[in-house]
């Protein structure tokens, strides 16, 4: 009995490699599969997902708590990805936006530059995953 209340000691190392753990990622996208995609990958690298399926719910998502960091669809329905950014820039500029889209004309408009990364949607998820890492290296000052 006494063995299962003893504590156990974390080293930082373990604490270190762990960071993702406690890091939120709203996911913002319309398609179903891409959302349901994006979740269960994102959770394999054990970030906590939170979705949303267009620009309004993001913003609901935000009143109800911020997130680490916000992967952001362009063409959406109800509130478009543009709005939303717009939105959410004058909520919190701290943090980090990727925009995530199929199609790379967007990158040249200029609201788009406000966003601190954008990545041209595909199935594999490198690029978004390593953008993922180096924004959410850069909010935590390593």
């Known amino acids: 009995m006494r063995s299962r209340n ?5 080293f930082h190392e373990e604490i270190e490699n ?11 996208e319309d398609e179903e599969g891409l959302r ?3 979740e269960e990958e994102l959770t394999s690298e054990g970030y906590e ?5 267009n620009g309004k719910e993001a913003i609901q998502r935000l009143e109800e708590g911020s997130p680490d960091l916000i ?8 509130m478009d990805g543009m709005e939303a950014l717009s939105r959410i820039l004058r909520k919190d500029r701290k943090i980090p936006i990727i ?3 199929s199609y790379s004309a967007y990158r040249d408009d200029f609201m788009s530059w ?10 594999d998820l490198t690029e978004l995953k390593t953008k993922i890492q180096d924004l959410l290296k850069k909010k935590r000052g390593k």
Request: aromatic fraction near 6%.
């Open 6 to 10: 003893r504590k156990r000691l974390v």
């Open 18 to 28: 762990n960071t993702a753990m406690s890091e939120k990622i709203l996911v913002v």
């Open 36 to 38: 349901l995609f994006y």
């Open 49 to 53: 997902v939170i979705t949303a399926r």
């Open 71 to 78: 992967i952001l669809d362009i063409v959406m329905p109800v």
């Open 99 to 101: 925009l995530n889209s």
């Open 114 to 123: 406000a966003a601190d990364a954008y990545v041209t949607k595909s199935t």
